[in-house]
């Protein structure tokens, strides 16, 4: 019986993954850019109390939300996935 085993002894450059946000502050569209995330993952709106307003499936590295609906205040967009990536924006 003979046994083959593979050692990986490098690692491949893998982008960090990061999320950027545009229209900020924000009044009607927040436009958000990701890189480093899989399609098919989650994305949350968090109000300042940690209630999630909104909640859609990522389409697009780039993508552009109507937030007209919310009220004025702060908001935590939130990746769902494999990595959790938070970052704040305002809306007027």
Same mark, same amino acid.
């Given at each position: 019986m003979e046994v083959y085993s593979e050692l990986a002894t490098s690692i491949s450059n893998v982008e960090a993954p990061k999320m950027?946000? +545009?229209? +900020?502050?924000? *009044?009607?569209?927040? *436009?958000?850019? =990701? &890189?480093?995330?899989q399609d098919k993952d989650k994305l949350?709106? =968090?109000?300042? &109390?940690?209630?999630?307003?909104?909640?859609?499936? =990522?389409?697009?590295?780039?993508?552009?939300?109507?937030?007209?609906n919310l009220q004025s205040g702060v908001y935590f967009v939130c990746t769902k996935s494999n990595v959790q990536i938070t970052q704040k924006f305002i809306k007027q």
């Open positions: 950027s946000i +545009y229209s +900020y502050p924000a *009044t009607n569209n927040l *436009t958000i850019e =990701l &890189s480093g995330i949350q709106i =968090l109000n300042i &109390s940690g209630q999630m307003v909104k909640e859609l499936n =990522l389409a697009e590295q780039r993508q552009q939300i109507n937030i007209a």
